[in-house]
């Protein structure tokens, strides 16, 4: 049965897209089945991964129970496939205000699919809305990119109490995966002090592989790719072949 994970930071700007992006590629690439979710209007997992938003169907639809899921998945390379996000989803608090269960929408559709995939991995908007309630009550686990910056550490109480928010009334199972520190410059005593302190507040559930500041992992996304295609031999692309590695090690043996 294949495990459901969202990437999630209440906090904007931590890199949870490009996380998201070169987690699915780098288990494609070591054969896992991926299915991505775009849950963000934002839609930069769907951009990143060359589908163009307003091309085809997408989540939204998927949702409202107007497309079945073959019909709203893509398949942008081996072994990964993604339903498409949709800017029609900034409106989707409002649309579903009346309906009933509508915190479990997404775990309605996604229950059904477990069999078919190694890993479900979710690219959560960087709010507490109806979006990430849903994408939260449909997984297993959370993984949560940090930024090696100060203001970093200001967010983590708060994205901890949402987590457990979501404990405590409606998903008893969730439990965070890992941490993952993010956009990291090591000459830099700022990210060893902020590095220090997630380690303090997570323990072990922090990973040991972490990802640096590289202009090719930023330019990655612009070209529809993810950094194993775009430059295998950067410095980004062997952070997160590393990371890949150390997550499914944790992943099988956890």
């Known amino acids: 049965m294949g495990k459901i994970l969202s ?6 700007g931590v890199g949870k897209t490009t996380v998201n992006i070169n ?5 494609a690439r070591r054969r896992k089945s991926v299915l991505v979710i775009d849950m963000d209007p934002q839609c930069n997992t769907t951009t990143g991964f060359g589908i163009h938003p307003e091309q085809g169907h997408s989540v939204y639809e998927w949702l409202r129970g107007e497309l079945s899921f073959d019909e709203a998945r893509q398949h942008p390379i081996k072994n990964m496939d993604i339903i498409p996000g949709s800017r029609d989803m900034a409106a989707f608090d409002l649309e579903m205000a009346s309906v009933a ?6 775990k309605k559709q996604l ?5 078919q995939y190694d890993f479900i991995l979710i690219d959560c908007p960087p709010a507490l809305g109806l979006l990430s309630v849903n ?3 449909a997984s297993d686990s959370i993984l949560i ?18 987590v457990k928010r979501i404990q405590s009334s409606i998903n008893p199972e969730l439990s965070v995966e890992g941490v993952l520190l993010n956009m990291v410059d090591r000459r830099n005593n700022l990210s060893r002090d902020v590095a220090d ?8 559930k922090v990973y040991k592989t972490q990802i640096p500041r590289n202009v090719r992992l930023a330019e990655a996304p612009s070209y529809g790719m993810s950094i194993f295609d775009y430059d295998n031999l950067s410095r980004g692309a062997w952070a997160f072949g590393a990371w890949v590695k150390e997550f499914l090690r944790r992943s099988e043996n956890g």
């Open 7 to 12: 990437v999630f930071n209440q906090k904007g």
């Open 23 to 27: 987690l699915a590629a780098g288990l």
């Open 101 to 106: 269960d509508r915190e479990s929408l997404l």
């Open 111 to 115: 229950d059904p699919l477990r069999e």
């Open 135 to 137: 994408a939260l009550v």
């Open 145 to 162: 990119p940090i930024q090696s910056e100060y203001y970093a550490l200001e967010g983590l109480s708060a994205l901890m109490d949402t």
């Open 197 to 204: 302190e997630v380690e303090k507040y997570f323990g072990e």
